[in-house]
């Protein structure tokens, strides 16, 4: 089973920025795609960027491109989220998720993620 503790969220404001990470368990990270979510209230969990497991493709959502980047360290067992420029629009908890079956024809679908953190929440002010 895959752990994921996601962390670095917080209260920013907006055209601020903030990174977040998580951290999964198990020596096999580098063979899981990741991915971010985010959830607002009374709002359905949304796709927010996602990264193969060599790091060398990624995906994003178009409310997020040339803002947010994803990158992963697998040596660290950790998934990033870089936030630039960020918006109101952006606040919500923010989920990672992982990946054993891969993602390559559905990485914006939460269908193709197995294991998920706890959340970390994003707050940006006006």
């Known amino acids: 089973q895959v752990q994921l503790v996601e962390s670095g969220g917080g209260l920013v404001q907006a055209g601020g920025s903030l990174r977040l990470s998580c951290a999964a368990s198990g020596r096999t990270f580098s063979s899981y795609a990741m991915g971010w979510f985010r959830q607002a209230p009374g709002k359905e969990r949304e796709f927010v960027a996602a990264?193969?497991?060599?790091?060398?493709?990624?995906y994003y959502a178009d409310s997020v491109k040339g803002r947010f980047t994803i990158s992963r360290d697998n040596a660290k067992n950790t998934v990033y989220l870089q936030m630039n420029s960020l918006k109101p629009e952006d606040t919500a908890v923010y989920y990672c998720?992982?990946?054993?079956?891969?993602?390559?024809?559905?990485?914006?679908?939460?269908?193709?993620?197995?294991?998920w953190g706890q959340g970390t929440q994003v707050t940006v002010s006006s």
């Open positions: 990264i193969r497991r060599s790091g060398a493709i990624t």
């Open positions: 998720a992982a990946s054993l079956r891969g993602i390559a024809t559905i990485p914006r679908q939460k269908d193709a993620y197995d294991y």
